[in-house]
């Protein structure tokens, strides 16, 4: 499968222009020389290509949201019970009246194992569907629509990352929000399954995809305009002349603007989903009309302060990893000659 991907990767047009032994190369300027000379690991579209982003994925969601667990914890029991507690300070108030400081890292376990495999499920499968989805609409028409291209891309990775993560991210909001439950994920999950099969484990995947594919759809779809934007009027010089830690540093801003507006889309869904994992035998639509509208919003300052971070966080780790692999990071795509000469745009 990878090896016939890797053939179509090489003709799409975001594709490393240093590797495609079709085009000629530009002549380097300054520091763009290092960009065009660098060795990279593997090809483009390669097997090894996206298995070491599988990899990024693992590192930048498994690490950023575990360690983003306390404000989960906070945000997961305001929103299934918003009269006990009524703020995200007041949320850290109670919690550690109650639990203490280890009370804080409830679901950690949960929260690592599934958001890695999530990871590896979304960023990895994010590059098979663009590069796919780019052969299929041909090199002037995935210019032409990118942004749908990031959509459908992102989209299709995330109903699979979903899967892979809907189990743990259910053992999670049972440890956070339900006193007593368990503690741990050795217990929670044995007792789950022996209360409700293993349905317990999956009644929660059609609003995690309600939740998540909106959300990954914002991430990625904004996070790549976003980065366009900056090249284009912020950076005061083109992406090859930055260096890469330059380059970092605009990967982590268009993160965390990516971040914000992820937050804001995918709230709803994401109160559903806590309140549905807590309680027992209820629907997806059952907990949106108890809810309403005012109560699907609860909790959204602190899930902006901790999507903006972790979406900040996770790009720029995620950008860092293919660094550290030096595999290819092709930089916005550009409008292709051929389309250029059909609009008059060059001579």
């Not at 260096?243 to 268009?254: D, G, N, P």
């Amino acid at each position: 499968m990878f090896s016939s991907v890797a053939q179509l990767a090489r003709a799409n047009p975001f594709h490393a222009p240093a590797l495609q032994p079709d085009r000629p190369a530009a002549r380097p300027r300054g520091l763009a020389a290092a960009a065009v000379e660098e060795r990279y690991s593997c090809d483009y579209g390669s097997g090894r290509f996206f298995v070491l982003c599988g990899v990024g994925g693992v590192i930048s969601c498994g690490t950023t949201h575990t360690a983003l667990v306390p404000l989960d914890l906070v945000k997961c029991r305001m929103q299934v019970d918003p009269q006990k507690y009524k703020g995200i300070f007041n949320g850290f108030s109670v919690t550690l009246k109650e639990d203490g400081v280890r009370g804080l890292a409830k679901g950690w376990a949960p929260t690592f194992i599934g958001y890695s495999m999530q990871g590896l499920c979304k960023f990895g499968f994010y590059e098979v569907f663009k590069v796919l989805y780019s052969n299929i609409l041909g090199e002037e028409n995935s210019y032409l629509w990118r942004t749908s291209l990031y959509l459908a891309s992102s989209a299709s990775a995330e109903f699979f990352a979903d899967i892979a993560l809907a189990p743990m991210e259910a053992a999670k909001v049972r440890i956070q929000t339900q006193p007593g439950y368990a503690n741990t994920l050795r217990d929670a999950a044995p007792k789950m399954y022996k209360e409700e099969g293993l349905f317990a484990f999956y009644k929660g995947v059609a609003p995690l995809w309600m939740r998540q594919i909106p959300y990954t759809m914002m991430k990625f779809a904004c996070f790549e305009r976003t980065v366009e934007a900056l090249y284009k009027f912020v950076v005061p010089k083109p992406r090859s002349e930055c260096s890469k830690a330059e380059q970092l540093v605009v990967t982590f801003v268009a993160g965390y603007i990516a971040g914000v507006f992820c937050a804001i889309v995918s709230h709803p869904a994401d109160s559903v989903v806590s309140v549905l994992n807590k309680e027992k035998g209820s629907s997806a639509s059952q907990v949106l009309q108890r809810l309403g509208f005012r109560g699907v919003w609860k909790g959204l300052f602190a899930r902006i302060i901790m999507i903006g971070t972790l979406t900040a966080l996770q790009w720029f780790i995620y950008d860092s990893v293919k660094v550290y692999f030096r595999l290819p990071r092709p930089p916005p795509p550009e409008m292709p000659e051929s389309l250029k000469k059909k609009l008059g745009l060059t001579q």
